[in-house]
């Protein structure tokens, strides 16, 4: 291995987000209206309280260990996620109960009515629910809406009318009249939930709030919709498990890819609140992700034709940081099975011309969504290197699709042909979840790839590079400011993203001579 690691191709597995121009509204309202009481719960306030108060009472969260800076709570009709939001307003009870007073909420929420390119902080006085009135925090919101161009203050996605009744800010409401009784509220609804607007939101509330406990940061999300229960299932937990490993920015990514037709997308309505939600908390100190609970409405009504999922998630600053992160491995068998599939999806799509469709490996790990890079080699000589840098498909089908995207689409090279298939080598790096960079300290040289990223720009080194360049850490990093088109000292800015991954790397040439 050598200098050509570098030259990699990265598929990232991510699209833009078409926006809608919505048509101007000319509500002018300063109190928003309840727009689902009676719908989605209960428009009588006694039995309103009643329903809630018997969920919160069934709901039974784990102890969590330090404050909840931030939390994920669903925001379906109460009788279908009411159980599984129950899980998240205990937790936030329970250290209301020991001590921890929030006197204002940031809601973030998705728009399900209107399309609109920007990140929409309510300019109005209050919202309402039939526990009362919920009071804004005007300055806040005010202030806000001024730290980022993607962000304004307006009404758009605030809708009350009975066109465009939104709900995902509302409904969260009477659960927080309920656990936390008088506090201001900032309502914020995402037109836009591309990574950079989820990131400038997620940036400017950690700056506005530095070391302010009093306030929480709530996304209002359901996860997959309509999907057959085990289905669904499977997608939510995707994006739970990445949710657990704190990695957003593959989570943002798959979000992207919601709708587009590639199997194995993850889903999350309010997907970009989430993603906001995590990066405030992260830049809060944040050290734990905990998802409380999941389950969906198939649970509820007993159809699981067409379910729709939930979760309660809460993001801790604990004061017992989390144990060493526990090494990414593979066994021997696992890396040989995947180096044969590697080379079998090669020479398939070469002979047959369509691409090999193995059978799903029994193999747990096999299944479970990581990013991955294949390298070709002829005579120790790059011969293609595409990858994927996010978790989007299962482990097998990710090596199967870059080994036959390195013999065939790598741009730098002719497509391999047929007479060349016996002279390949492989080699394959599958790569950790990530984590961004807090600290450059955090990076150790032989251990850790990178990715830096800035706006559009976007460069990945594998591990093995800096080793293999007798690179030491701020090289490195120069050298991936490099590898994403920007100057030496992106690193530097405040605006770049940095974010490391382990990868676990093999050859054939290993396996042969370790068996592993």
């Known amino acids: 291995m050598a200098w050509f690691m570098m030259q990699c191709i990265a598929f990232a597995l991510s699209v833009p987000i078409l926006h809608v121009r919505a048509a101007e509204g000319s509500t002018g309202q300063k109190v928003r209206p309840a727009a689902v009481a009676g719908a989605f719960y209960p428009a009588d306030p006694k039995a309103l309280s009643q329903m809630i108060d018997e969920m919160l009472a069934k709901a039974t969260p784990p102890p969590v260990d330090g ?74 919101a005010r202030r806000l809406a001024k730290m980022s161009p993607t962000m304004q203050l307006s009404d758009k996605g605030h809708q009350a009318t009975a066109d465009a009744p939104e709900h995902s800010v509302e409904v969260q409401l009477p659960w927080l009249q309920t656990v936390l009784g008088h506090f201001e509220l900032v309502p914020i609804v995402m037109g836009d939930q591309g990574y950079e607007a989820s990131r400038a939101l997620g940036v400017a509330l950690a700056k506005l709030l530095r ?4 306030t929480l940061v709530l996304a209002s999300s359901d996860l997959s919709h309509y999907h057959p229960y085990a289905e669904a299932e499977t997608i939510d937990h995707k994006t739970l498990h990445a949710l657990a490993e704190y990695d957003y920015y593959s989570m943002s990514r798959n979000f992207q890819w919601r709708g587009q037709g590639e199997p194995g997308i993850w889903e999350a309505c309010g997907g970009g609140p989430i993603v906001a939600a995590m990066i405030y908390a992260e830049r809060q100190g944040a050290n734990k992700a ?43 068998e696992e890396k040989a099975e995947l180096l044969a599939l590697a080379r079998r999806s090669v020479e398939y799509m070469i002979e047959h011309n369509e691409p090999y469709a193995p059978a799903p490996p029994s193999d747990e790990t096999l299944n479970r969504e990581y990013g991955a890079f294949t390298t070709l080699t002829e005579d120790k000589q790059l011969r293609g290197c595409i990858g994927y840098t996010s978790p989007a498909k299962p482990l097998y089908l990710t090596v199967r699709d870059t080994a036959t ?42 251990r850790d790839g990178l990715i830096m990223k800035n706006g559009q720009y976007e460069g990945l080194l594998l591990p093995q590079v800096p080793v293999e360049q007798h690179w030491d850490r701020e090289t490195f990093l120069e050298q991936t400011c490099r590898k994403a088109g920007m100057d030496t000292n992106c690193w530097k800015d405040e605006n770049t993203d940095i974010f490391k991954f382990t990868a676990v790397v093999f050859n054939e040439k290993d396996i042969r001579k370790h068996g592993s």
């Open 290 to 332: 905990e998802v409380l609970k999941y389950a969906n409405s198939g649970d509820i009504t007993g159809d699981k034709s067409r379910v729709v999922g939930y979760s309660a998630d809460v993001f801790v600053k604990s004061a017992h940081s989390d144990a060493a992160e526990t090494p990414f491995t593979l066994t021997g």
């Open 211 to 214: 070391d302010d406990p009093g």
């Open 405 to 446: 995207l390195a013999a065939l689409r790598d741009p730098r090279f002719a497509p391999v042909a047929v007479t060349e298939l016996p002279k390949l080598a492989y080699e394959i790096s599958v790569l950790s979840p990530l984590r961004r960079v807090t600290d450059v300290s955090q990076i150790e040289v032989g």
């Open 67 to 140: 404050a909840i800076l931030a939390a994920v709570a669903p925001h379906a009709g109460y009788q279908y996620s009411g159980p599984v939001a129950a899980w998240t307003y205990a937790a936030i009870a329970r250290q209301v109960k020991a001590g921890h007073k929030y006197t204002r909420v940031v809601l973030i929420a998705p728009s399900h009515y209107v399309g609109f390119g920007f990140t929409s902080v309510y300019d109005g006085d209050a919202y309402t629910t039939p526990l009362g009135e919920v009071p804004v925090d005007r300055e806040f």
